[in-house]
Structure formats: structure tokens, C-alpha cells
């Protein structure tokens, strides 16, 4: 499982599935998988659809539709597990395999065998426990439909059973017979000497935590395991082998992490992203403002940033807004001759620094999480994402200090006219969306399901408009992209309570209330660490893991919510565009169509500057809060 099915290798997709938007024409599929993809784009139609019936009802007639919720919880749910099975065949989930490709072809086939064998495993401890999450469930009904909880927690142990399905047809087609057998043999002896060592694991108290939940987690991690299943695999073996906690407890505690109704936003999000990329709205925007600024000394940089920005507003993803921005803008900023590893070293950091422009999905899985207001951190993203646009383009301006303007020319007002009018559509989209969040008049769900509505309106009469057929796709590539990354928050949710369960966060806590320098001793701790995770297990299960680890501790601290939260996410954004580890930084390299090699030297002074705008952010709580 090397290569996703948009040609992108599986470490290279992780900002896809933090919001993806991204639509690809993909192959067709198997016939045993149209099924499930059918379904899933009918449930994400679904969901779009009451959504807004639900939006309609509520503020233009005042008559709230009351089992609306349930029916979306239950298709939401329903939508992140089948979208789950699909990104296991297309292999979508994201994964580091920066450490597998540095081994020779035989070991590397047998540490890939090892990794599918791995997951194959988890899913089997799983599948029981989640058939008996739902027969237990069956005795809990909902309030407005009666319906059994049963309906919608079912979709857990199907999932299972679906990506099981898939990962053995895979291995079976594609990986030696004698790299599985030898892969099953190690695995079952692993498990076999934690069962047989039980006893006296549970003796070692917290000791497992760096046994089963770093360790198992780091050797899956650097074997290509993907990381929701690296995360399944600590919990499963921590609560198996060293307590007598029942396994069915992970399973209540993903359902818990996948199923807040404020996460249905991120499925919408990542279709508007799609809506973005296929309609040309992005480009627009793009148009517009290098015919407003692209005459100036450093000109396309500060077009590219703010480009960056905007279209940030609108699709809540990195790799949409790269995938957007770059086509755009590059050939003109080759010809004034921007070197290529300067314009992918801005494309990356431009797009780490506008990840807390609303409507971020970041934020918005953060705030569900951690539970910290919407509205709140989408206020502060704005004014943060300003402070680091700020450093990058004095940044941009240094750099450009040689920049050739010969032949470079003011772009006469008709024409700047003619491409507001143009981008003026797409253009409101951001602000529409933080205004009506930020200051409380629709919640981040609804807010987004008008905006699809809109965009789709926007660009089948502005811009070319959708085929059917397309926009089946762009529901099937929504379901798997929101799939991935919900998997990963529920695997999160779980690990995250083994660590709670274990005691290690009262002792954790203590150590880092009690460090020099206090708040801002403990502020420079959370950047070097979400910095670092920001590396490792890219933004999104960084974040996931540890918020709910962390917030606590700052509370006691006396730090506000949403300024803590600023600072962890945009400290893992410097972590995700990072060499040599960063995945975020490979995607733009790609993107940009440049080496990684030729690009690293080119990124520091960029995340030098993104590091002292996060110092700034830290060490200053009005600029998150001043918004609010």
C-alpha cells in the first residue's frame, strides 16, 4: 500500500485528510466496491441535504425540525466508517513511510508485510468487541425517533469488517506469500509474549505507558503502520495486556470521539474544498489579486500569500489552497525569476500560516476535542493568521530584495475591475463564513452547509459549473478523506483515555506546573513539543492526542483556551512543513514540482520567521483574544 489512488504516496496525503478537498478523478472501481461508494455518496447527499432543510426550517419559518439531528448522526456516523473502508482501498490513510523507503527492496517488502499484518490484527481484536458495543447498545433508543442506538453504533463493526476485507484482498494480491507467513509469525509471538507476561506487566504501572503506547506506537509508526491504526494498536495491547480493562471500552471511546454533531462540519468543509478545486473559484481570487499587486517589488510573493489566505477561508485545507494557488501564480514568478525552491519554500509556509483562517477544520476538530467555542477560536484564527502573514511577508520583501522587475507592469484598472467583478463571488465566501460563526449567528455546521449551497449555485453559473458525474466523485472523495482523518480522531480519543486511565497526567501535570518561568516556561515546552509531533504524526493526530492531555494543565495555569489552542496549532503546522520529516513540506514539494533536496535549504528562513510569529503569539495572549 505505497501509492494512494490519486498518485500521491500514502505519507504524502496527510493535509488531504486533515481537510483534503482535493477531488480526484479516480479510477473506476472494483464492482464489490461501488457499493459502499454509492452509499456513502448517497449518505453525504443526505446529510448535505438535511442539513439545510434543517437551516431553512429553523431561521426562515422558526420551526426546528427535532429528529433532524438523529438522522444525521446516524448517516454520520454510518458516512465515516464506510468513508474509512473506502481510504483503505485507496489507500488514503495516512501513514509515514519516510523510514520504510530508506530500507533496501527485501526488508523494506517484509516491513510492509509486517505493517498489513499489523493492521489486520487490530481490526480481528476489534471486530468482536464492536459487535458487542452494539447488542448492548440495542436497550438505549433515541429521544425523537425511538430508534434503537444499535442502527447507528453497528456501522463501527461493519467498518471493521470492511477494512479487514480489504486490507486481506490487498495483501493477498500484492505482498509474498513468505513475507506474510513470516509477518504473522512475529506478530502472533508479540502477542502471544505480552498475553503470557500479563501478570507481570500489570505490576508495572505506568511503566506500560512507555511500553504499549510509545513504543508499540513508535515501532508501527516507523513500520508504515497508518496512524489511526498505530494509535488502535497502543490502546488495544495497553488495555489487554496490562490491565483488566475490557477492550470493548476502545470501542465506546472512538464512537464518543467520532460522533459529536459539531464534526459534521468537517465532511462539508471538505466538499466545499472539492466545490473549490473543480469550479475555478480559487483561481479567481488568484487573478484578481496579482492584477492588483503582481507590479510592486516582491509583488507575486505577496500575491501567493495572500492568495493563500483567502482561499484559506474557503476550503479550510493546505493541500486545496496549494493545489489551488500554485498553477496559478508559478509560471509568472519563474519568469521574473523566482527560483523554484523559493516559491515551494513560500507555498508551504503560506499555507501552514493560514490554517487558522475559518472555517479550519483544524480548529473546528479542536474545539470539539478540547471542547473550546467555534466561534471564539475561528475570531482569533483571523487575527493570529494576519500576525504570521505579517512575518512571512517582511520575510517575502527581504528575499525579493534582488527581484528583477524589468518588463513588470501596473495592470490597467479595467482589467483589475474586470477581475474583481470576476473573483467578487468567491471572494465574499471567507468573510460570509467567519462573520456568521464568529459572532454567533449560525454554528459552524450550518454555516457550511449554506456555503456548499452557495459555492455550487456560484460555480455552476459563474464558473463552468459540475457534471453529475464529477460531483459523484467529489462525494465519494469527501466520504474517504473525512473518513481517514475521523478514524484517526477516534483512535485519538482512545488512546488519549488509556494515557488519562493510567495516572501518568497527575504526574505529568505537577512536572510542568511546576517549571521555571511558569506559563511561559510551560507555553515554550508546548511549542518544542507540538513542533516536534507536528513532524511525526502530522497536524491533525498531534493535536488530537494531546489536547486533551494538555488543556487541563494550562488551565491550571491561568492560560485561556483559545489563546493555548492558537499556539499548539500553529506550532504544529511549523512542525508539518518541517524537513526532512514533515509530510506537509513533501506536498508542496510536489505540488510545486520542485526536489525536496533543492528546497530545504531554501524553507528555514521561512520557518524561522513562522517561529517567531508563534513566539510573539505565545508570549502576547491579546493578539489571540482581542477578537473576542
Known amino acids: 500500500m505505497t501509492q494512494s489512488s490519486a ?14 478537498g482535493v477531488s480526484h478523478e479516480t479510477r473506476p472501481s472494483p464492482l464489490w ?3 459502499i461508494e454509492a452509499l456513502s455518496a448517497l449518505l453525504m447527499l443526505n446529510i448535505t441535504v438535511l442539513l439545510l432543510v434543517g437551516v431553512i426550517s429553523r431561521y426562515v419559518f422558526g420551526k426546528p425540525i427535532i429528529w433532524s439531528d438523529e438522522v444525521v448522526s446516524l448517516s454520520f456516523i454510518w458516512l465515516t466508517m464506510l468513508g474509512a473502508a473506502i481510504a483503505v482501498h485507496r489507500n488514503e490513510h495516512l501513514r509515514l513511510s519516510l523510514f520504510v523507503d530508506m530500507l533496501p527492496p527485501r526488508p523494506r517488502a517484509f516491513v510492509h508485510a509486517f505493517a498489513l499484518v499489523a493492521v489486520a490484527a487490530l481490526l480481528i481484536a476489534l471486530i468482536g468487541p464492536a459487535i458487542g458495543y452494539a447488542k448492548e447498545e440495542w436497550y438505549i433508543h433515541t429521544p425523537a425517533l425511538d430508534l434503537p442506538n444499535t442502527f447507528r453504533v453497528s456501522s463501527i463493526a461493519f467498518g471493521f469488517i470492511a477494512m479487514l476485507a480489504m486490507v486481506l484482498i490487498y495483501a493477498g494480491r500484492t505482498v509474498r506469500k513468505t513475507d506474510l507467513a513470516l509477518a504473522a509469525v512475529v506478530v502472533a509471538a508479540i502477542a502471544g509474549a505480552c498475553w503470557a507476561l500479563s501478570p507481570q506487566l500489570m505490576k508495572l504501572g505506568t511503566t506500560n505507558i512507555a511500553i504499549f503506547l510509545i513504543g508499540f506506537v513508535v515501532v508501527c509508526l516507523v513500520s508504515g ?38 464534526l459534521v462540519s468537517v465532511p462539508i468543509f471538505v466538499l466545499l474544498g472539492c466545490v473549490l478545486d473543480v469550479t475555478g473559484m480559487g483561481k479567481a481570487i488568484v487573478d484578481f489579486l496579482a492584477s492588483l499587486l503582481g507590479h510592486i517589488k516582491a509583488g507575486m510573493s505577496y500575491v501567493l500569500l495572500g492568495s493563500l489566505f483567502i482561499v484559506s477561508g474557503i476550503s479550510g485545507s493546505k493541500v486545496s489552497d496549494m493545489a489551488t494557488v500554485a498553477p496559478a501564480l508559478f509560471p509568472e514568478m519563474k519568469r521574473r525569476g523566482h527560483k523554484p525552491r523559493e516559491m515551494v519554500a513560500l507555498l508551504a509556509t503560506g499555507a501552514a500560516m493560514a490554517d487558522t483562517v475559518p472555517p479550519s477544520i483544524v480548529l473546528i476538530v479542536l474545539g470539539a476535542v478540547a471542547g473550546v467555542s467555534i466561534a471564539g477560536l475561528f475570531q482569533a484564527g483571523f487575527v493570529v493568521a494576519m500576525v504570521l502573514l505579517a512575518v512571512l511577508l517582511v520575510m517575502a520583501r ?13 495592470a490597467p484598472m479595467r482589467m483589475v475591475g474586470r477581475f474583481l467583478l470576476v473573483a467578487a463571488p468567491a471572494l465574499v465566501l471567507p468573510f460570509i463564513i467567519r462573520s456568521a460563526v ?45 473518513g481517514a482523518v475521523l478514524l484517526v480522531l477516534g483512535a485519538a480519543s482512545a488512546m488519549a483515555w488509556s494515557i488519562t486511565q493510567s495516572g501518568v497526567v497527575q504526574q505529568l501535570s505537577v512536572f510542568l506546573t511546576t517549571l521555571p518561568g511558569g ?63 514533515g509530510v506537509g513540506f513533501y506536498i508542496a514539494c ?3 514540482g520542485a526536489k525536496p533536496d533543492e528546497v530545504i535549504g531554501a524553507i528555514w528562513p521561512y520557518l524561522a520567521a513562522l517561529l517567531v510569529g508563534v513566539v510573539i503569539i505565545a508570549a502576547v495572549p491579546w493578539i489571540s483574544l482581542v477578537a473576542l
Open 519 to 581: 506559563w511561559m516556561g510551560f507555553m515554550a515546552v508546548t511549542i518544542v513539543v507540538f513542533v516536534v509531533l507536528g513532524c511525526l504524526l502530522e497536524g491533525l493526530p498531534a493535536v488530537l492526542l494531546l489536547a486533551p492531555i494538555m488543556f487541563p494543565i494550562a488551565k491550571t495555569l491561568g492560560i485561556n483556551d483559545i489563546h493555548y489552542s492558537m499556539v499548539i496549532v500553529c506550532a504544529m503546522n511549523i512542525g508539518l512543513m518541517m524537513p526532512p520529516i
Open 398 to 410: 527581504w528575499k525579493a530584495r534582488n527581484e528583477d522587475m524589468h518588463g513588470a507592469k501596473r
Open 7 to 20: 498518485g500521491v504516496p500514502a505519507a504524502d496525503v496527510g493535509d488531504a485528510l486533515e481537510g483534503g
Open 225 to 262: 503502520v497508518p496512524i489511526a491504526f498505530c494509535f488502535g494498536i497502543g490502546a488495544v495491547c495497553y488495555l489487554a495486556f496490562s490491565t483488566h480493562v475490557p477492550v470493548t471500552v476502545v470501542i465506546g471511546r472512538m464512537d464518543e470521539g467520532m460522533s459529536s454533531l459539531v
Open 33 to 35: 466496491m461501488r457499493p
Open 590 to 592: 510536489r505540488i510545486g
Open 438 to 482: 464568529g459572532e454567533g449567528v449560525a454554528t459552524a455546521t450550518e454555516v457550511s452547509t449554506v456555503a456548499v449551497v452557495y459555492a455550487l449555485f456560484v460555480g455552476h453559473v459563474l464558473y463552468g459549473g459540475i457534471g453529475l458525474r464529477r460531483f459523484y466523485n467529489m462525494l465519494v472523495d469527501t466520504a474517504a478523506l473525512s
